[in-house]
């Protein structure tokens, strides 16, 4: 999502000098207050050329071995499914789901994913337009995903919703949330 016009600043990153207090408006992800703006599917993805890796092995066992990189976020599979999760309602590994590189954030795990270091879970919203692209490929059927159990939500500072750039913000922001449920619900066949 690119802001089209106008100035920004998310995490402190933008044209926008980096203030200190509340923020105007807020994306959170949780059992947290605020407007639905998105349902995510959380999948495995990898490089494109990882998948000659698994390609001939059984199914049963096709990720035995195969280098994981997780998010430490995945750690507490209740909010944030993981691998351990997905290992465990759809198979194709029994040993060490746990195992593999922690990630901080899901920006350096993507990153390691487009350089081939390993198979990734996360939201297919985190990398709807690589797998679009093809520099990211979905390595099993979209029908062995998981549903996010929360979606992510958008909390705008009361005093500041009335402002005309927050609100030219806003509208932007849930139209490219809308039209990303939308491609994720086409991938998935919901």
Same mark, same amino acid.
């Given at each position: 999502?690119?802001?089209?016009?106008?100035?920004?600043?998310?995490?402190?990153?933008?044209?926008v000098?980096? =203030? %200190?207090?509340?923020?105007?408006? *807020?994306?959170t992800? +949780?059992?947290?207050? @605020?407007?639905?703006? $998105? !349902?995510?599917?959380i999948?495995?993805?990898?490089?494109?050329?990882?998948?000659?890796?698994?390609?001939?092995?059984?199914?049963?066992?096709?990720?035995?071995?195969?280098?994981?990189?997780?998010?430490?976020?995945?750690?507490?599979?209740?909010?944030?499914?993981?691998?351990?999760?997905?290992?465990?309602?759809?198979?194709?590994?029994?040993?060490?789901?746990?195992?593999g590189?922690?990630?901080?954030?899901? =920006? %350096?795990?993507?990153?390691?994913? *487009?350089?081939?270091? +390993?198979?990734?879970? @996360?939201?297919?919203? $985190? !990398?709807?337009?690589?797998?679009?692209?093809?520099?990211?490929?979905?390595?099993?059927?979209?029908?062995?995903?998981?549903?996010?159990?929360?979606?992510?939500?958008?909390?705008?500072?009361?005093?500041?919703?009335?402002?005309?750039?927050?609100?030219?913000?806003?509208?932007?922001?849930?139209?490219?949330a809308?039209?990303?449920?939308?491609?994720?619900?086409?991938?998935?066949?919901?």
């Amino acid at each position: 999502m690119r802001a089209k016009g106008g100035l920004f600043c998310i995490n402190g990153a933008g044209d926008v000098p980096l =203030r %200190l207090g509340a923020p105007d408006l *807020r994306i959170t992800y +949780g059992e947290n207050r @605020g407007e639905a703006l $998105l !349902f995510d599917v959380i999948l495995p993805v990898t490089g494109p050329d990882n998948t000659r890796r698994i390609a001939d092995e059984d199914a049963a066992q096709q990720m035995e071995g195969m280098p994981l990189l997780h998010l430490k976020s995945h750690q507490n599979g209740n909010l944030h499914p993981g691998w351990v999760e997905w290992f465990e309602k759809f198979g194709h590994r029994t040993k060490g789901p746990s195992q593999g590189v922690q990630y901080q954030n899901a =920006r %350096l795990a993507i990153a390691a994913m *487009r350089e081939n270091v +390993g198979f990734f879970i @996360g939201g297919l919203s $985190l !990398f709807l337009d690589d797998v679009k692209n093809g520099a990211a490929v979905l390595p099993f059927p979209v029908s062995e995903h998981l549903k996010s159990p929360h979606p992510y939500r958008l909390q705008i500072r009361p005093d500041a919703a009335n402002r005309p750039q927050i609100q030219r913000f806003v509208t932007w922001l849930r139209a490219e949330a809308k039209e990303a449920q939308r491609e994720i619900d086409r991938l998935i066949g919901r």
